[in-house]
């Protein structure tokens, strides 16, 4: 028997969300498995559909790690069957008193705190004494070398990906509606926030209209760095270029993904926060549409420079250009976009499985 012990699980959406039940769930296929996460509204409806134990934590968020803890060693005292638990962050397993088999994900950003620190020094107490730390990218299994997490415990296993579904056609045509009359597409799926570097974009997007006076710029979701964005595409003057939407729907996200040309999200480390994998270049690869990511994080194991898409320096606005100008030249994206969705297959979830069933 495994145990799941996580922070973030559906019904809350999110990329980390995504990431822990889609290990669940495969790990359900394996052997019996019971779930330890945090409450989340609404997620009765939820826990009634899966084929597995979910025990959902509430209370005050000081507290509910102490009171989840203390559940899990009970529970782990209580059942001599569990063999392995499986976290998703360090702070999961920070109290957990046991011998079983234990393996830790991490994913650059939650690790990155200078060597020596304090909080450095509580991370490798958990992850120096784990058996398995599963890094999401090649970027992040350095970055955790390179802050005193003990290289042979370490394993890169990428981030999985359900197969596609059929996208309804009602959902094709409304985005086809919203992009008409503009040829050249870009589109990002993420939070606004300084390290996705939507802004380089837009400002790109301002020197590319000359060029390509048919380029719009699609721009999903939520994020601090919102208002900031939009005062600057009204100083550029590029109302007509870029388009802000939230809360779509999942149908309708697939279908302005689908619809689109390149996926663009040319990541830089700001202050402690990185992209540790990218797992929107694997989704939108799915789809057929090839990216451009950063070189700062660990876009280069989603995208195949030259080949699946383009890895950019985001902090360098010329290369940002010029990798569009590039794809978008004698629709090269076309050609990128075939060899992504070939791609994509490598990283479903019933292969990536393999990679964990060896160390259970």
Not at 63 to 90: F, G, M, T
Not at 115 to 135: F, M, P, T, W
Request: proline letters at 3%; one cysteine or more.
């Amino acid at each position: 028997m495994y145990l799941v012990v996580t922070r973030t699980f559906p019904p809350e959406v999110g990329g980390m969300q995504n990431l822990m039940w889609g290990l669940a769930r495969s790990l359900s296929k394996l052997n019996l498995i019971k779930v330890f996460a945090d409450y989340n509204e609404g997620h009765e409806e939820f826990d009634k559909t899966v084929s597995f134990s979910i025990e959902r934590v509430s209370g005050i968020k000081i507290l509910r790690k102490y009171r989840k803890a203390s559940l899990i060693n009970e529970y782990l005292n209580q059942n001599p069957k569990v063999s392995c638990i499986v976290a998703d962050h360090w702070k999961s397993l920070e109290l957990i008193k046991t011998n079983k088999k234990k393996i830790c994900l991490i994913h650059s950003k939650e690790i990155n705190h200078k060597k020596g620190s304090r909080l450095n020094q509580k991370i490798l107490n958990v992850l120096n004494n784990v058996d398995h730390v599963i890094a999401n990218s090649n970027f992040t299994k350095k970055l955790a070398i390179d802050l005193g997490v003990e290289e042979k415990k370490i394993l890169v296993i990428n981030p999985g990906v359900d197969p596609i579904k059929e996208i309804p056609k009602n959902d094709l045509k409304k985005a086809e509606e919203i992009l008409k009359g503009k040829k050249h597409r870009l589109i990002t799926v993420s939070r606004f926030e300084k390290r996705k570097n939507h802004e380089k974009v837009i400002m790109a997007i301002r020197n590319l209209k000359e060029i390509y006076p048919d380029i719009v710029y699609t721009c999903i979701g939520t994020g601090d760095d919102e208002e900031n964005l939009k005062k600057l595409v009204i100083e550029l003057k590029l109302e007509d270029q870029i388009n802000f939407l939230k809360d779509v729907p999942s149908d309708f996200k697939n279908a302005l993904v689908a619809k689109s040309n390149i996926f663009i999200m040319p990541s830089i480390i700001h202050k402690k926060s990185v992209e540790g994998f990218g797992i929107a270049f694997i989704e939108a690869a799915q789809y057929g549409i090839p990216s451009i990511g950063g070189k700062d994080g660990g876009a280069s194991d989603a995208i195949i420079h030259k080949k699946t898409g383009l890895i950019c320096d985001g902090n360098n606005l010329d290369e940002i250009y010029s990798s569009i100008d590039d794809l978008l030249k004698e629709n090269k994206y076309l050609e990128y976009g075939k060899a992504a969705k070939e791609n994509s297959q490598n990283f479903l979830w019933e292969k990536i499985i393999e990679s964990y069933k060896r160390i259970l």
